[in-house]
Each structure stands twice: as C-alpha cells, then as structure tokens.
C-alpha cells in the first residue's frame, strides 16, 4: 500500500502570493499537503533504514535524500515540468476546483497522512463493493498512472540507498550489478502494486459515491484527463531525478 500511496504523494510547497492557473491547480489539486505528507513518509523511511545500516552508510542516506528531495528544489523540478506538458491548466483547474474534486484531493491527501500509512502498513483488509463499483474502479485503475507513479517514487528512494552504499564501499555494486537489482526491485514493485490497486483505490475513494465514481472516471479518460495526469506523473519524474544524485538513482528514473 505505501507504493501506491507515494505516487499521491505530488510535490510542492508554497506558491506565490500572485499566483497563476498553473499555480491554482497546484493548491486545488492538493500538492502542497502532498509535499508535506512525501517529506513525513521520507523521514519515516530514513528512520527504517536506521535499524539495519551501519552509522556511516546510513548517515550517507540520509545525507543524500536531504539533499536530493530538498522540499524547495523539488517544487521547481516539477512545478517546470508541468508547466512545459500542460500549457493549458484550465480544464484540471476546473475539475479540481469542483466539489467532486474537493472531494478527490480530501480523500487522496487523507490516505497519504502518516497515521493513515502506520494504520495500514501491514496492509488493506479486502473491500466488499458492487460489480458496478468495482468495473468503475478498473477503469479509473487503467486511466490513472497510478503503478507507474508509485514505481518510481519508490525507485528513486531504493535508488539513494544504492548510491549511499556505492559510496561508502565503492565498487560493491559495479559492474551493472546496482541496476541489475533495481530492474529486479521495479518490476516486482510493479506486480504488488498492479495486484492491490483495485482495492487500494476502493478504500481510498470509498466516500465516493457511484455517480462520483463514474463523473472521476469520465475527467480520467478525457482527452483533459490524460493530458493532467500524464503531465503529473512527468512532474514528479522530474521532482525525484535531481542532476547528480547517483548513478543508481538517475538510471532507475532514467531507465522507466
């Protein structure tokens, strides 16, 4: 579940006091508590790898996630690069401005909260829903880029903790052998997600009605739809692949 629910995680921060649609769709889409909730699940990762690291590789990391999901250089990563894939934010602003959008972003950024994620680390129990509830939700799984987005936010964290070891013991991962394992970690990471995503989106939209549901599917499928998410994913692509934050990590973003 902590896969799926990291690609929720948008990042950004605060926007300027005069601020333009690209700038409203940020806040209406929810991406500033998003930022705020990748940073709390960031540190809660460091923490993981505190009980199994030794002091000087694990101070690496930390170092190095510090340093390449700086809150602030990750904003202008993807706040530039939804600019450049989404010229016209209009539609997106729109629908996320809508009482069905209020409801999205309440419900995306509530399942993305530290004691959402702690409550449910060992997994979703199975949610009971209808044949119609759960076709509308296979097609907003095959809309939304949502294993896409989770495999890459996870990989670029799998990605500095190879780079901090590469670093403190050089050539223990040479030889392709560092990329070797992350191809492996991807595409197993892939599987998991595509297996419970049916049921993660049931438990995280579950306060959304059917005709809420099937009016989400419909902006999702949109030529607007497409055009947002896809952009959002390219945005947070190029949050997580900071210039010179390893060989590891940079061929994991890279090699999607």
Not at 75 to 82: D, K, T
Not at 176 to 191: D, K, P, W, Y
Request: hydrophobic share 45%; aromatic share 6%; charged share 20%.
């Amino acid at each position: 579940m902590r896969v799926v629910f990291a690609f929720l995680m948008l990042l950004c921060s605060a926007l300027p006091a005069l601020a333009d649609d690209h700038d409203r769709l940020y806040q209406a889409a929810g991406w500033p508590e998003q930022r705020s909730h990748f940073s709390d699940a960031l540190s809660a990762a460091q923490q993981r790898y505190s009980k199994s690291l030794p002091p000087a590789v694990y101070q690496a990391l930390v170092d190095n996630s510090n340093r390449r999901f700086a809150p602030r250089a990750v904003e202008q990563r993807a706040q530039a690069m939804l600019r450049t894939q989404l010229p016209n934010p209009t539609a997106a602003l729109q629908f996320f401005q809508s009482p069905l959008g209020r409801k999205i972003v309440a419900a995306e950024v509530l399942a993305t909260r530290s004691d959402q994620l702690a409550k449910n680390s060992k997994g979703l129990p199975q949610v009971e829903a209808s044949a119609t509830r759960r076709l509308l939700v296979r097609h907003l799984a095959e809309a939304l880029p949502i294993q896409e987005g989770a495999t890459e936010v996870s990989m670029a964290l799998a990605g500095v903790a190879a780079d901090s070891l590469s670093q403190m013991v050089p050539g223990l991962l040479g030889g392709g052998q560092a990329q070797a394992l992350l191809n492996t970690q991807r595409e197993q990471l892939r599987q998991q997600i595509g297996n419970d995503l049916d049921n993660t989106l049931l438990h995280v939209y579950r306060e959304l009605s059917d005709i809420d549901l099937d009016e989400f599917v419909t902006f999702a499928q949109s030529p607007d739809g497409q055009a947002y998410y896809q952009a959002a994913l390219a945005a947070i692509r190029a949050g997580l692949a900071a210039d010179g934050a390893g060989s590891g990590a940079t061929s994991a973003s890279n090699g999607y």
